[in-house]
């Protein structure tokens, strides 16, 4: 028999999360996400040399395993960003009228962000991290690995570093300029200012040795700024309008 | 206790277009309140000031005594559970393409506690449409009939529903009507109802507040209006200062040595009794009235 604290607990988690809500949300990641998972996969799973750098983010060279990757959370960021923020759309104003709170509009949208970003970032954490890529890749008589193995492991943690950074830089960009007062430009221009800081800390990493004191200090910085404008972008949701 | 629906000096401005100004109103509750108004009255916009969906330019919309933006201050404090007080249908608010009937339905579920499912999908039944079709196979009228069922499934304290008939054949806007006016009296809910089909509305409304350019033109019960209000023809030097007090011109039309009035004596004396010297008094219904306040060629025949 269920304990009343752990019944308690359940009753509040399924008022709270709503599975349709959170699929009609989802939804219009669900195609990108797929792809992510693919592509990942196929990066985890076949590309022959080692995932070292992703502080060619600009400019690309497109030569590096690693870009087409970057490439693509580049992407898939602005794709959720664009499905979750267009306020102008009747279907944004549709979901809007149903009855459903802001804060729970607001928990699914993210829980759906986040659902397809896992889709796309657990595969390649999980090749690398585990060493199964490392392994296979052995096994196939890769002559890099399993030596160059641990020199990939940063490269998940960079590739949710720009998820952790995008994300909330495009989202707050969206959430500025939805509200009454106008302020989407500069939503825009402090967004532009966080991708800055995140060339600038990238370019600062080295892949060869640990970071730098000015290196670590730019990681936490813009840890930091992504922080204060994930939560400033929840905070500024509760009054954004509905422009359909 | 608190009116449901208040609006104190609301403005709202769309770049240089004023589309409501200074509106102060009250609607009253557990009644069917028919909104008119020509188009760009600032009816559609009136409803996204009241779900909180836009900002005032100035003055202040209320729910329940609440202001109705931002939306959080009306909305639960715990925040886990959906708040379902207003189910509204807006004019351009649509599901996306490739979303089934089902899915707008189930998605109104879960945001209503009390939805009526059986009742949602009985009302697509009728119509012929099943649930699995997708959205755009769905004519026009099929899509409002979804959507309108999907409204009217919700039990919520308050419906606001914009143009709920818009591309429904005869059949289908009278039994949607009868179950708006059937919803407001079975759960003593506030409905306001917006349409350009004055005639629906004089059938299932209760009330009438008349927009025109943005402004308050009229509020009345529709009582009132068929008991109080007069369509007057006097010629046309007739002194108007000679009208008894309490006397409310509406609107005026001048058509050669003749002045059309529709006037409104809002005390108990009836305007039939106190107004001298006329020539012909007619009774108005909303139909007249919308042509008369508006201007409109249509008030002369």
Same mark, same amino acid.
């Given at each position: 028999?269920?304990?009343?604290?752990?019944?308690?607990?359940?009753?509040?988690?399924?008022?709270?999360? =709503?599975?349709?809500?959170?699929?009609?949300?989802?939804?219009?990641?669900?195609?990108?996400?797929?792809?992510?998972?693919?592509?990942?996969?196929?990066?985890?799973?076949?590309?022959?040399?080692?995932?070292?750098?992703?502080?060619?983010?600009?400019?690309?060279?497109?030569?590096?395993?690693?870009?087409?990757?970057?490439?693509?959370?580049?992407?898939?960021?602005?794709?959720?960003?664009?499905?979750?923020?267009?306020?102008?759309?009747?279907?944004?104003?549709?979901?809007?009228?149903?009855?459903?709170?802001?804060?729970?509009?607001?928990?699914?949208?993210?829980?759906?962000?986040?659902?397809?970003?896992?889709?796309?970032?657990?595969?390649?954490?999980?090749?690398?991290?585990?060493?199964?890529?490392?392994?296979?890749?052995?096994?196939?008589?890769?002559?890099?690995?399993?030596?160059?193995?641990?020199?990939?492991?940063?490269?998940?943690?960079?590739?949710?570093?720009?998820?952790?950074?995008?994300?909330?830089?495009?989202?707050?960009?969206?959430?500025?300029?939805?509200?009454?007062?106008?302020?989407?430009?500069?939503?825009?221009?402090?967004?532009?200012?966080?991708?800055?800081?995140?060339?600038?800390?990238?370019?600062?990493?080295?892949?060869?040795?640990?970071?730098?004191?000015?290196?670590?200090?730019?990681?936490?910085? /813009?840890?930091?700024?992504? /922080?204060?404008?994930?939560?400033?972008? !929840?905070?500024?949701?509760?009054?954004?309008?509905?422009?359909? | 206790?608190?009116?449901?629906?208040?609006?104190?000096?609301?403005?709202?401005?769309?770049?240089?277009?004023?589309?409501?100004?200074?509106?102060?109103?009250?609607?009253?509750?557990?009644?069917?309140?028919?909104?008119?108004?020509?188009?760009?009255?600032? =009816?559609?916009?009136?409803?996204?000031?009241?779900?909180?969906?836009?900002?005032?330019?100035?003055?202040?919309?209320?729910?329940?005594?609440?202001?109705?933006?931002?939306?959080?201050?009306?909305?639960?404090?715990?925040?886990?559970?959906?708040?379902?007080?207003?189910?509204?249908?807006?004019?351009?608010?649509?599901?996306?393409?490739?979303?089934?009937?089902?899915?707008?339905?189930?998605?109104?579920?879960?945001?209503?506690?009390?939805?009526?499912?059986?009742?949602?999908?009985?009302?697509?039944?009728?119509?012929?449409?099943?649930?699995?079709?997708?959205?755009?196979?769905?004519?026009?009228?099929?899509?409002?009939?979804?959507?309108?069922?999907?409204?009217?499934?919700?039990?919520?304290?308050?419906?606001?529903?914009?143009?709920?008939?818009?591309?429904?054949?005869?059949?289908?806007?009278? =039994?949607?009507?009868?179950?708006?006016?059937?919803?407001?009296?079975?759960?003593?809910?506030?409905?306001?109802?917006?349409?350009?089909?004055?005639?629906?509305?004089?059938?299932?409304?209760?009330?009438?507040?008349?927009?025109?350019?943005?402004?308050?033109?009229?509020?009345?019960?529709?009582?009132?209006?068929?008991?109080?209000?007069?369509?007057?023809?006097?010629?046309?030097?007739?002194?108007?200062?000679?009208?008894? !007090?309490?006397?409310?011109? /509406?609107?005026?039309?001048?058509?050669?040595?003749?002045?059309?009035?529709?006037?409104?004596?809002?005390?108990?004396?009836?305007?039939?009794?106190?107004?001298?010297?006329?020539?012909?008094?007619?009774?108005?219904?909303?139909?007249?009235?919308?042509? !008369?306040?508006?201007?409109?060629?249509?008030?002369?025949?």
């Amino acid at each position: 028999m269920m304990e009343p604290e752990h019944e308690e607990n359940t009753t509040r988690l399924t008022r709270w999360l =709503k599975w349709d809500l959170l699929w009609w949300q989802f939804r219009p990641l669900l195609l990108i996400s797929l792809a992510g998972c693919v592509l990942s996969s196929s990066l985890v799973l076949l590309h022959p040399t080692p995932l070292l750098t992703v502080k060619l983010l600009w400019p690309m060279k497109l030569r590096d395993a690693s870009d087409p990757v970057i490439l693509f959370v580049a992407l898939h960021c602005c794709w959720i960003a664009i499905a979750e923020g267009r306020y102008a759309s009747r279907s944004f104003g549709f979901l809007f009228a149903q009855g459903f709170s802001r804060r729970t509009l607001k928990m699914h949208s993210l829980l759906a962000a986040f659902i397809s970003v896992m889709v796309v970032w657990l595969p390649l954490a999980t090749g690398v991290w585990t060493g199964g890529r490392s392994w296979l890749l052995d096994q196939w008589r890769n002559p890099w690995f399993p030596w160059a193995g641990s020199l990939e492991s940063d490269f998940p943690a960079m590739v949710l570093l720009l998820y952790a950074v995008l994300i909330p830089s495009l989202r707050y960009a969206w959430v500025r300029a939805a509200l009454p007062c106008r302020g989407g430009i500069s939503g825009i221009v402090v967004a532009s200012g966080i991708l800055i800081q995140l060339k600038l800390t990238l370019n600062s990493w080295h892949v060869f040795s640990t970071p730098d004191r000015y290196g670590v200090t730019m990681l936490v910085l /813009l840890c930091l700024a992504s /922080l204060i404008l994930f939560v400033a972008g !929840a905070r500024l949701y509760d009054d954004i309008e509905v422009r359909t | 206790m608190n009116p449901t629906v208040e609006t104190v000096g609301l403005s709202r401005r769309f770049g240089d277009v004023l589309a409501l100004k200074n509106l102060s109103l009250t609607i009253p509750r557990g009644q069917v309140t028919a909104l008119v108004g020509p188009n760009g009255s600032g =009816k559609s916009t009136l409803f996204k000031l009241l779900l909180g969906h836009l900002a005032p330019t100035s003055g202040e919309a209320r729910l329940w005594g609440r202001e109705a933006f931002p939306v959080r201050a009306r909305e639960p404090v715990d925040g886990t559970t959906s708040g379902m007080r207003v189910a509204c249908l807006l004019d351009r608010y649509e599901p996306p393409i490739g979303t089934t009937v089902r899915a707008v339905l189930k998605l109104r579920r879960c945001a209503s506690v009390e939805f009526n499912w059986e009742l949602a999908e009985q009302l697509c039944r009728e119509q012929n449409i099943p649930l699995s079709r997708f959205w755009h196979r769905l004519s026009k009228g099929q899509r409002r009939w979804v959507l309108a069922t999907a409204t009217l499934a919700s039990r919520a304290e308050l419906y606001l529903l914009d143009e709920p008939a818009d591309g429904l054949d005869p059949t289908a806007r009278r =039994k949607l009507y009868g179950l708006i006016k059937q919803q407001a009296l079975q759960n003593d809910a506030t409905v306001i109802v917006a349409s350009h089909v004055l005639e629906d509305l004089e059938r299932c409304a209760d009330y009438v507040t008349m927009l025109i350019d943005g402004e308050l033109r009229m509020s009345a019960s529709l009582e009132q209006m068929r008991d109080e209000i007069r369509e007057v023809e006097f010629s046309a030097d007739f002194d108007t200062d000679l009208l008894p !007090a309490g006397t409310q011109i /509406l609107a005026r039309r001048e058509t050669g040595d003749t002045a059309i009035l529709w006037l409104w004596h809002h005390e108990q004396l009836s305007v039939d009794d106190c107004i001298p010297g006329e020539i012909l008094r007619r009774k108005v219904g909303l139909t007249a009235l919308y042509f !008369a306040l508006t201007g409109a060629d249509g008030a002369l025949s």
